[in-house]
């Protein structure tokens, strides 16, 4: 394994790459970072270049007091892999990075996508009660010595509620091969907002995982490992 930071529009990125040949790129989920994906780096990292990263505000990677929509987001990868010499990705996206993943795609090449317990929906009144909270502790556990946290946390969360209605990605014009995997027990993005998305990408095919929850790519990654593999390999 490597491990560096690599800048970025003006921030430090923490990276990790295992193994050699085909890069793929993994993005984590609000709240994640690198180790979300240990098991699936494991089980992949013997046949394939990975690529995991802290977004911005995560992990650790640089916590600037703004700067947390989608957009910034994809800048901030397409400068990344511009610095590793990676053109035309394999993007894996969990929860709030597939998100992050499809708004890169929209802007720039890609070679496949893969979208893991993800999709397009909007949070309740209720739920927003209680996720704000958590992302404001969060960030002030993080941060204790800064009062910028505060900032970060609603800046982050905003821009989180703002993607999921973003006409970029309800309209998504994307043409290459998608493939999507969420579980049948994920409370967060239930099967629903899957098939949502599987209708509005032209070349997309959706596995469904039975008993698997939205933290699936611990619980179950050598299952989701095999099933990518073949997706990749096809």
């Known amino acids: 394994m490597v491990s ?5 529009n003006k921030v430090n990125l923490f990276v990790r790459e295992h ?8 993005i984590h989920g609000a709240l994640g970072d690198t180790h979300n994906w240990d098991e699936l780096i494991a089980n992949l990292s013997p046949q394939y270049r990975v690529i995991a990263y802290d977004l911005r505000g995560h992990g650790r990677s640089t916590r600037p007091p703004f700067g947390y929509s989608l957009k910034i987001l994809a800048e901030d990868l397409h400068e990344l892999l ?17 998100l992050i993943a499809l708004s890169y795609a929209v802007r720039y090449e890609v070679d ?59 309209s998504t014009e994307i ?17 629903k907002y899957s098939m949502e998305l ?18 699936m790519i611990k619980t179950h990654a050598e299952q989701i490992a095999r099933i990518m593999v073949k997706f990749l390999e096809c």
């Open 19 to 26: 193994g050699v040949n085909r890069p793929l790129v993994f």
């Open 82 to 98: 511009d610095k590793l010499g990676i053109t035309r990705p394999v993007l894996v996206g969990h929860s709030y990075g597939g």
């Open 198 to 215: 599987r209708d509005k990408l032209e070349r997309s095919q959706l596995v469904v995982i039975q008993g698997a929850g939205h933290m």
């Open 175 to 191: 043409s290459v091969p998608v493939l999507i995997i969420c579980g049948d027990r994920d409370r967060i993005y239930p099967p």
């Open 4 to 8: 560096r930071y690599i800048k970025v």
């Open 112 to 170: 496949k996508l893969i979208l893991i317990a993800s999709g397009l929906r909007t949070l309740s009144l209720g739920r927003r009660l209680v996720v704000g909270p958590l992302f404001i502790a969060y960030f002030m556990w993080s941060e204790f010595i800064s009062r910028r946290w505060l900032w970060i946390a609603l800046d982050f969360f905003i821009f989180m509620q703002l993607a999921c209605i973003t006409p970029e990605l309800i």
